[in-house]
């Protein structure tokens, strides 16, 4: 795999902008204070974290009814988190810095509130009607069977026009009609206006849900789908693998209203457009029981560049359930695709608060550090994972996220994900001069920037440290992969990445006692998780409990 695009060597950054700096005190993120932080991201030297590109969640108008995952005009930028002038200078400021800047394209669906959708339901002869999907209902009842992915019927009753229109989210994010090409190039248009502006790709919201089976049938029971793969299912943890084999939360197999086959003819188009523009790159947020099928949205090269692999957030605590993931995805990515890294986002718990054993969570977050920075492929990195911050428990009457006040009963919503980025120890963190739209997190006193910077042990300068020794060594950039699996102890993962003129051997202890691995000859420590490490050349490696540690040929 030889990474000759921008995208195939950076390592990338999650913004979520509401929650990363304010700064002006309404207690709510902003473009300007992200600006502030552009240098601790990557000021050009070691010092700062070294990240090449930003992923932006959406910080576009927007009631905030899901916080910006409706929106109400594409084109523009809510005044909660600046103006158009500021997404410009954003844009000039991290290409100063040389980083790329990603925007969130959700375009499943957009708010009740957007003009496309106000026209839309004003009638059902308006020239818009169509953009959206209405239909009659069944009787009294919706017109079928399909649930929004946040609970509820996925269909809400208008009683204006007398007709039912789609959502599969919230009712406030009335669904798109992709199948009416004035959407697409509405849409397409959005795309070339930001690349116009200066973005230089998109993180595609949901492309799974965009198209629906024209005939609109009911779906079936969950237990009507293809068989699961029953290795996957076994290296889920409990939970996900209780979600899995019960269809929850709505007992359905989708067949109907996901992943249908026009959706690549939809991303086709997208690739086109972004074609047009050299640099341009996309990355989709597919969600899928069957790993093929996210497999499939790479097309033949024409469709998304890359897409997340998404299993490691289900996956437990175990070296070898960690190294079949990786392999039974490499194996089943077309030739030449790319693939893309992640543990934590705003949807998901923090990998920190997922794995954390008391005592030892910075070193289980510097392990998985150093296997996300070593794998063939791109990794993501969701703010705060490099301080390791935590998600503290939020009290119900905290919870602002909709699908923690609606999702089934014992979900927590997403709001613990997305506490205020931690700069220092002070009560706001750093964040705000006002009260924060949301707590800071747990622990803040260790896990904040300013304390880590100065602590050359710090997960902070673990992080930083592993990701400029990644820029320097190309066979971490696109060296080949090989597991190694002889005399290797069940609870360690070791891979080789070598180019034909460099190896480094990857060597990752997940148990809580030392191990012993047998090397394939002399190698030379380069760079651990645990600091005292001597750089002798070795025959053998003795790794410290939850050490990870990679060696040069
Ligand atoms: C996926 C996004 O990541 C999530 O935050 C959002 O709620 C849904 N899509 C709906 O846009
Ligand atoms: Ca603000």
Redesign the pocket.
């Known amino acids: 795999m030889i990474a000759v695009k921008w995208w195939q060597k950076a390592v990338f950054y999650q913004i979520y902008p509401r929650s990363f700096m304010d700064s002006n005190g309404d207690g709510i993120g902003d473009i300007p204070g992200i600006i502030q932080k552009l240098d601790y991201l990557n000021d050009g030297t070691p010092q700062s974290l070294g990240i090449d590109a930003i992923w932006f969640s959406p910080f576009f108008v927007s009631p905030q009814k899901?916080f910006g995952?409706d929106i109400a005009d594409y084109c523009n930028i809510d005044p909660c988190y600046g103006t158009l002038e500021d997404f410009d200078r954003l844009v000039e400021e991290c290409h100063k810095r040389g980083i790329r800047v990603m925007l969130d394209l959700?375009v499943?669906?957009t708010s009740d509130q957007h003009p496309w959708f106000l026209e839309s339901r004003s009638s059902r002869d308006n020239p818009k009607r169509d953009w959206y999907i209405w239909r009659d209902g069944r009787g009294k009842k919706p017109p079928n069977n399909w649930r929004s992915i946040f609970s509820g019927s996925a269909w809400e009753w208008d009683e204006h026009t007398g007709q039912w229109y789609l959502h599969s989210?919230l009712r406030e994010?009335p669904d798109l009609n992709w199948a009416n090409p004035e959407v697409r190039e509405a849409i397409h248009a959005v795309i070339r206006f930001w690349l116009d502006r200066g973005a230089d790709g998109f993180r595609l919201?949901?492309p799974h849900t965009y198209c629906k089976d024209p005939q609109f049938r009911n779906n079936p029971p969950f237990w009507k789908r293809p068989p699961l793969d029953r290795q996957r299912l076994r290296d889920k943890v409990f939970f996900e693998k209780t979600i899995a084999l019960f269809g929850l939360p709505d007992f359905q197999y989708k067949q109907y209203n996901l992943h249908q086959p026009q959706t690549h003819e939809i991303l086709r188009g997208f690739r086109r457009v972004l074609d047009e523009y050299p640099d341009a790159v996309s990355i989709g947020?597919i969600l899928a029981d069957y790993p093929e099928t996210v497999a499939s949205y790479y097309g033949r090269g024409d469709e998304l560049h890359m897409n997340f692999y998404f299993d490691f957030a289900e996956c437990p605590w175990d070296a070898g359930a960690f190294r079949r993931r990786v392999e039974h995805w490499l194996s089943l990515l077309p030739a030449g695709s790319w693939p893309a890294w992640t543990l934590s986002n705003?949807?998901r718990i923090r990998a920190i608060s997922r794995y954390g054993k008391p005592g030892v969570e910075n070193q289980q977050a510097k392990l998985l550090a150093m296997l996300l920075l070593t794998l063939p492929g791109t990794p993501f990195i969701y703010y705060g994972e490099e301080i390791g911050m935590k998600d503290p428990r939020l009290p119900k009457r905290l919870i602002q996220d909709p699908v923690g006040k609606k999702l089934w009963p014992f979900h927590k919503g997403r709001d613990s994900q997305r506490t205020p980025m931690q700069w220092d120890d002070s009560e706001t963190a750093g964040f705000s001069a006002g009260t924060p739209w949301l707590p800071v997190g747990p622990e803040l006193s260790a896990r904040n920037v300013r304390s880590q910077d100065k602590d050359p042990s710090s997960l902070l300068n673990f992080w930083r440290n592993l990701i400029w020794l990644r820029k320097k060594k190309t066979a971490l950039l696109e060296g080949g992969y090989r597991a190694l699996t002889e005399n290797i102890p069940a609870d360690c993962y070791v891979f080789s990445r070598s180019t034909p003129g460099q190896e480094i051997l990857v060597c990752l202890n997940f148990s809580r006692k030392p191990r012993t691995i047998p090397l394939p000859g002399k190698r030379t420590p380069l760079f651990s998780t645990h600091n005292l490490r001597s750089k002798k050349p070795v025959d053998t490696l003795t790794l410290a409990p939850l050490e990870g540690c990679l060696l040069e040929a």
């Open positions: 899901d995952y959700v499943n669906h989210f994010q919201d949901v947020e705003h949807d």
